[in-house]
């Protein structure tokens, strides 16, 4: 287990022959400066920049996005099952996996009742999970 920083954490795991790199993100909120996010998207490009090919990623935790119900040319990354509206940090977060060729899980498959992970306020949103 490593801890990057106070918003990242990596375990490596191995699962039969496999070995698979689990990373706990906590990106930051909406409305938090664009420097911040920045940064930690940086550090998202190093983590799994730095993971050997021959591993599997998993990303999980909350990345404070919403990349929508519409694929709007992410081909190959969002599956098209999505969840509500998609947001600027939904656009940053499926930038983030075409350039390091992670999917985001959730969105390839279709499901009757979608589980919202947040409702507050009249807003709901579910949680996105990214896999190379």
Excluded: W
Excluded at 88 to 96: M, P, S, T, V, Y
């Amino acid at each position: 287990m490593k801890r990057v920083n106070e918003r990242i954490t990596c375990l490596k795991v191995l699962i039969g022959d496999k070995l698979v790199t689990c990373i706990c993100a906590y990106a930051p909120q909406t409305g938090r400066s664009a420097e911040e996010k920045d940064s930690f998207c940086a550090q998202m490009i190093s983590v799994t920049g730095s993971t050997p090919a021959s591993e599997l990623i998993v990303v999980g935790g909350d990345l404070n996005d919403h990349v929508g119900t519409n694929v709007d040319g992410y081909d190959g990354v969002h599956g098209g099952y999505g969840f509500g509206e998609r947001n600027a940090d939904g656009e940053r977060i499926l930038e983030f996996c075409d350039a390091m060729e992670l999917i985001v899980m959730n969105t390839y498959f279709q499901r009757q009742n979608k589980l919202a992970t947040y409702v507050s306020g009249g807003t709901v949103s579910a949680t996105d999970y990214l896999l190379l």
